[in-house]
């Protein structure tokens, strides 16, 4: 069975640094993929980065990358110069045989 | 906007009543998934479906079912309702369920009172 595991329930950073969220995941399948998606107050679930098992670059979309280390089984996603909206839960999933498997989620909140 | 629709976004009903939610995936996909996120349980996956068919069933009490129709939008129907179904109900699609993004609704929010 796949899991997810998100340590920090919370996290705070100025605006303008840069913020790394930990996700580590443990699965017995040899081919997987790696999600991140951002929830705000207001509830929808937005997607933020993909990374693939097989992948051998690092994702980046943006200001978000994500740090794949395949052998520590982690894929931390890095924020980028962060802003005031980017204050929002963010849950790292896998998706396992047909579904995605979440974590419980790290509440991040950017200050002036 | 992710192109899932959801309908409705709110929903107030009492103990022991019928509700339907409504998805419609975005345009292309033929793979939709229904989530519950409450506070206790954090995101669970219920149930897939894949162009009409059931593909996976997750965490999906027998009080719950669901459907995907030919025109491929999907209703999740939920029966008897207690006040621990009280969640935010999220659907999702990609184009096949094998895929480097799933996209996912607004959600709709559930209050058994």
């Known amino acids: 069975a796949q899991k997810i595991t998100q340590t920090q329930p919370g996290m705070f950073v100025q605006e303008k640094e840069a913020v790394t969220l930990d996700c580590t995941y443990d699965?017995?399948?040899?081919?997987?993929?790696l999600f991140w998606y951002k929830q705000p107050s207001s509830g929808e679930m937005i997607f933020l980065i993909y990374?693939?098992?097989?992948?051998?670059q690092n994702a980046t979309e943006g200001r978000y990358s994500l740090n794949f280390q395949k052998a520590r089984k982690s894929a931390n996603l890095v924020i980028s110069a962060s802003q005031l909206g980017d204050s929002a839960m963010y849950f790292c999933?896998?998706?396992?045989?047909?579904?995605?498997?979440f974590g419980t989620g790290t509440r991040l909140l950017v200050s002036p | 906007d992710s192109g899932v629709t959801q309908t409705p976004k709110h929903l107030i009903t009492a103990t022991g009543q019928r509700v339907t939610l409504r998805c419609s995936p975005r345009?292309?996909?033929?793979?939709v998934y229904w989530y519950q996120q409450s506070l206790d349980q954090g995101l669970q996956f219920l149930i897939q479906?894949?162009?009409?068919?059931?593909?996976a069933k997750g965490n999906i009490l027998e009080r719950f079912s669901a459907q995907q129709f030919p025109d491929l939008h999907s209703e999740l129907n939920l029966s008897s309702l207690e006040l621990g179904d009280s969640a935010l109900y999220f659907c999702?699609?990609?184009?096949?369920?094998?895929?480097?993004?799933?996209?996912f609704g607004q959600g709709t929010r559930l209050t058994v009172v």
């Open positions: 999702a699609s990609s184009a096949t369920g094998r895929d480097t993004e799933a996209f």
């Open positions: 699965t017995s399948d040899p081919s997987y993929g």
């Open positions: 990374q693939g098992s097989y992948d051998q």
């Open positions: 999933a896998m998706r396992g045989f047909q579904k995605l498997v």
């Open positions: 345009s292309g996909d033929l793979s």
């Open positions: 479906y894949y162009n009409g068919e059931e593909r």
